[in-house]
T-cell receptor, first 116, second 112 residues
């Protein structure tokens, strides 16, 4: 079946502009995560959605970052007034609530954001 | 903060077994060990996970010590395409945020 998809694959923007990154999780997966990976670094957790529960936003680096998940499926990560340090690959993952899956997360290909 | 420690890098000859160690001495009783790999410019790829028993699938084997304080990922016949950064993660499957905390991983280079 289809995996996690993200769009766009690459985004170049100017400092100060807003950007929106999209994630389509695997169908039926109720949990969705956003991570960020700066060049040469490991992955950094940003935000987590689980069903209708309030999202865990503990990883968002500033109030310029926000995310929403509409209808329990597609999610959009928005970065306002982008800064050069926001340049990174933004990765989305989803997981199934089923016991057999034991919370295994499946990642999308990422969106490479470059802020000039 | 990552709960795992891994060597920064390893080399392995093509066709040989690659054994990647991971220490997780503070692992809790309900935490699983997950392994992922990340090939350059791609999203992390799930490999295998386990709780306390050894596990094997089509990609790899996972050996967990009896005290669960360490584990080893085994790629039985490494190929050039296995060159990647390998991440070992411990996490409870239920309760809390479920987020993965990634360390720096092991950069495996498979040599021809």
């Amino acid at each position: 079946g289809a995996g996690v998809s993200q769009s766009p694959s690459n985004k170049v923007t100017e400092k100060g502009k807003d950007v929106e990154l999209r994630c389509d999780p695997i169908s039926g997966h109720t949990a969705l995560y956003w991570y960020r990976q700066s060049l040469g670094q490991g992955l950094e957790f940003l935000i987590y959605f689980q069903g209708n529960s309030a999202p865990d936003k503990s990883g968002l680096p500033s109030d310029r970052f926000s995310a929403e998940r509409t209808g329990g499926s597609v999610s959009t990560l928005t970065i306002q007034r982008t800064q050069q340090e926001d340049s990174a690959v933004y990765l989305c993952a989803s997981s199934s609530p089923g016991l057999a899956a034991q919370g295994t997360q499946y990642f999308g290909p990422g969106t490479r954001l470059t802020v000039l | 903060d990552a709960k795992t420690t891994q060597p920064t890098s390893m080399d392995c000859a093509e066709g040989r077994a690659a054994n990647l160690p991971c220490n997780h001495s503070t692992i809790s009783g309900n935490e699983y060990v997950y392994w992922y790999r990340q090939i350059h410019s791609q999203g992390p790829q799930y490999i295998i996970h386990g709780l306390k028993n050894n596990e094997t699938n089509e990609m790899a084997s996972l050996i967990i010590t009896e005290d669960r304080k360490s584990s080893t990922l085994i790629l039985p016949h490494a190929t050039l395409r296995d060159t990647a950064v390998y991440y070992c993660i411990v996490r409870a499957p239920r309760g809390g945020t479920y987020k993965y905390i990634f360390g720096t991983g092991t950069r495996l280079k498979v040599l021809a």
